[in-house]
């Protein structure tokens, strides 16, 4: 058989067409194995229900360190695990100003593989600056010796000049440790809300503990008691109880029961490197076995009542939060 030009094209178009035919089918055959593996990993994920526990946790420690920050009970939340099994989670945050939940930032969590590359960051919507809680110690953990805390003239000021119709939120120390208890009956003649109470767990007595101020104030990080979680049934059952006088004695018992499901089920790293825990053992140990201190709150309410607390001179160290228009129901 003579070989042409024709021929030579022929069996070039079909090899070539062969040749497609077998990388599409290559193609195909790895996008259906890569959709079958992901839909393996999904459903695993989704029945595992490793999301739901990431999610209780993270809003565990941001009640703990983070003053007035929560979600809204019925918010969607978005919940992903990547090809790497990298997990990716996120749901909105609010703060309470008066009655009603604004807001404030988006919490956007990846738990990886590798737990030191694990990230959990709140995306404020606004600039939000580290002085909008300041809490300053009644005492000197290590000598006892009374302190004082910076004064902000100008929070009173910039309560007295807005409109009456107005609610805010404040935060402020107090000059003497209180237990929770106590810090509600403090606030009680107020008609505000209290949101989150500073707590006291050993810093600088029973840990080191980063600090600032001077030789007359001392600050420590925040790391708070509020209204408590409880999750049943795998992490698929969530509640949270409001901070009110009338569950005290359960967010207590809910709050250290978290502490210890999380030393007792959860690594250190996930702990502190994921949910930015430090020093919960000695927290833990010392809440067991000094009780609850608290040394300020975080309250919201009409201005014309967060005023009558600059008349308290148990008060100190006032800093203001945000305001609103009035959305306040009196009692």
Known sequence: MEWTKDKEKKILFKYRFALTVKVIKVILATLFFFWLYMLIVSISYDALGLDKKHIFYSRVAMDWTQPNMQEEFGTIESAEITPFFTQKISYPVFKMVGKEPELVGTNKM???????????????????????????????????????ANEDPAVWTKLEKVHEGTVAE????????????????FLEPYDLDVLWMPLYTGEL?????????????????????????????????????????????ENKKLMLRQMKNLLEDESTSYR??????????ERYNYLMKEGFQVYGAV???????????????????ASLGDMTYWNWTEE
């Open 205 to 249: 007595k029973d840990y080191e503990e980063s600090w600032w101020g001077s030789s007359d104030s001392l600050s420590v990080a925040p790391f708070g008691f509020t209204g408590g979680r409880e999750a049943n049934d795998g992490f698929n059952s969530q509640s949270k109880l409001s901070l009110d006088k009338k569950f005290t004695e």
């Open 170 to 185: 404040l935060s402020f120390s107090t000059k003497e440790y209180m237990t929770p208890e106590e810090m509600m009956e």
């Open 272 to 281: 502190e490197n994921f949910l930015g825990l430090t020093h919960l053992e």
């Open 299 to 317: 309250v919201t309410g009409p201005v014309k009542e967060l005023l009558k607390l600059k008349e308290n001179e148990q008060i100190q160290g």
């Open 110 to 148: 990846a738990k990886r593989l590798i737990p030191m590359y694990s990230t959990n960051t709140t995306e404020f919507l606004k600039p939000k600056t580290e002085s909008e809680y300041h809490f300053y110690l009644p005492e000197h953990p290590k000598t006892g010796n009374k302190l004082e």
